[in-house]
């Protein structure tokens, strides 16, 4: 599990661990991951030209001394200063007594940098790059050496991810002591490159329970419900799917491939689409209406392809969990959800949650924590964000917000999330509460989309073919 805290807990496990260490300690172990960390990227250090922009504070202290011993191994090291005034004083001494300069010309020493190390603004900056920064910035990433990111990208927004300005992209972030939710949910997530984390012993000093986590193939391995010696298809899980119409029949047929193919001991289906459901999968066990006669289920999926049929009230009404997507989100009621007496998950993209928001799709994009915190806590059900980086909440404030970025650009495709919400639903159905259905659906989805993609296009079908590749992938020892 990888765990995200907010700044305001950074620099309390900082202080407490500082109080513990002589002067100084705390950036050294940092300056000495750092300086190591880019001298991997860089390969060959003896001659290799490295260019510091340098802000303020600490944060520019930590690239001033990685500056330093990489000096000492032979790279030539400019420090491009935006606060001379302002320069962590003990960093820039090191820099300069290893033998590292400050820049004259910094546009020159960029033209010709083999690595720039950012340490403009650090985990506390808020609001975008000042404007004395943006050409340094502009010029950083136009100059064509890799740009390496100190703690965070300058510009974005550690605890939120947001990115409210001008910030500086980088090829990669090497973080100290532990994630940051910025590092992980987007956009700033897109700013950070690969990320590196450097243990400087903070952890003993932070708390139990992170603002933001990312599952891991270990943790999605414990959670995946196994069949034992004594199961049936009934107590494996029946999931029921209300989805599809006479004009979005394959949205049916996606979800119950989903489903299938995550587990589920049966899948029943309720719903005007049930010839091509039938055709396509035999072993459906197909209802008619209404969906309260459809047999005992575990959970229930309803909504995708729905257009403006009915059944989302109706699933409601029942006493199992329930996962509402797609057209099942139009018009639903917060009132109606949280009345509920069981476990409602609600699964919408950007632009669904906006409508579920009142907002813009562009405020959901720029804002995603604050949005999927604020649906949960509207609707008093788990919400699971899709998007490049996806986000599940629980509607308990308390629990870390749970980020995946398994996926792949190419998942952006008709009927993927349709697949994604049978996939789901029979996790839910499983046994899984709905926080960690979400999670590890999401997970188990991204996967099978690369898998599928391997960088090239693919079709929601292939999502749903390669779920059990993914599946075993996940739960190999």
Same mark, same amino acid.
Request: charged share 20%; proline share 6%.
């Given at each position: 599990?990888?765990?995200?805290? $907010? ?43 490295? &260019? ?16 330093? $011993? ?40 960029? +033209? ?11 985990i506390g900056g808020r609001g975008g790059l000042r404007p004395? +920064? ?10 064509? +050496? ?62 139990? #329970? ?15 419900? $196994? ?27 996606? +979800? ?44 229930? &999926? ?56 009142? #907002? ?58 349709? #697949? ?58």
């Amino acid at each position: 599990m990888r765990h995200a805290y $907010r700044v305001d807990t950074v620099r309390q496990a900082e202080a407490a661990l500082m109080s513990r260490l002589p002067e100084g300690a705390l950036m050294q172990r940092a300056a000495a991951g750092l300086a190591a960390a880019v001298a991997g990227l860089l390969q060959r250090v003896y001659g290799a030209r490295v &260019v510091l922009l340098v802000g303020s504070g600490d944060n520019g202290g930590d690239a001033l001394h990685a500056g330093a $011993r990489l000096c000492r191994r032979g790279a030539r090291v400019d420090a491009v200063l935006l606060a001379p005034d302002k320069a962590h004083k003990g960093g820039l001494d090191a820099l300069l007594k290893a033998g590292g300069r400050v820049a004259d010309d910094p546009y020159q020493v960029l +033209a010709s940098a083999d690595l720039v190390l950012d340490g403009v603004t650090g985990i506390g900056g808020r609001g975008g790059l000042r404007p004395d +920064a943006v050409p340094l910035a502009r010029a950083a990433r136009g100059c064509g +050496a890799p740009v390496v990111a100190v703690d965070l990208p300058s510009g974005v927004e550690a605890d939120t991810g947001e990115v409210r300005g001008e910030s500086l992209r980088a090829d990669a972030t090497v973080t100290f002591g532990t994630y940051k939710p910025g590092l992980l949910i987007d956009p700033a997530h897109e700013y950070a490159g690969a990320v590196r984390l450097i243990g400087i012993g903070l952890e003993p000093y932070l708390p139990s #329970v992170p603002d933001a986590e990312a599952l891991q193939h270990a943790d999605v391995a414990r959670l995946l419900p $196994r069949p034992t010696a004594e199961s049936d298809k009934y107590r494996r899980g029946v999931i029921g799917v209300v989805a599809g119409s006479v004009r979005y029949p394959g949205a049916a047929v996606l +979800a119950v491939a989903g489903a299938l193919r995550a587990g589920a001991g049966a899948v029943r289906y309720v719903g005007p689409a049930a010839d091509a459901v039938i055709a396509r999968f035999p072993e459906t066990l197909v209802h008619g209406w209404p969906p309260a006669k459809a047999g005992r289920v575990q959970a229930w &999926v309803v909504g995708p392809g729905l257009g403006d049929g009915p059944g989302v009230a109706e699933v409601l009404d029942t006493d199992v969990p329930v996962l509402v997507d797609a057209d099942g989100l139009r018009a639903l009621d917060p009132a109606a959800v949280r009345a509920r007496t069981a476990a409602t998950l609600l699964t919408p993209h950007a632009g669904e949650a906006a409508a579920l928001l009142g #907002v813009s799709r562009e405020e959901v994009e720029g804002a995603r924590l604050a949005s999927v915190r604020r649906l949960a806590e509207t609707y008093g059900a788990t919400v699971l964000l899709k998007g490049s980086t996806t986000l599940v909440a629980d509607p308990d404030p308390r629990r870390p917000v749970r980020v995946n970025a398994t996926g792949t650009s190419w998942l952006a495709t008709a009927g993927s999330g349709d #697949v994604l919400s049978g996939l789901t639903g029979s996790l839910l159905a499983g046994g899984l509460e709905p926080f960690d259905a979400a999670s590890v659906g999401a997970y188990l989805h991204g996967l099978a989309g690369r898998m599928a993609s391997r960088g090239a296009p693919l079709s929601a079908h292939d999502v749903a073919d390669a779920i059990p590749r993914a599946w075993r992938d996940t739960a190999a020892p």
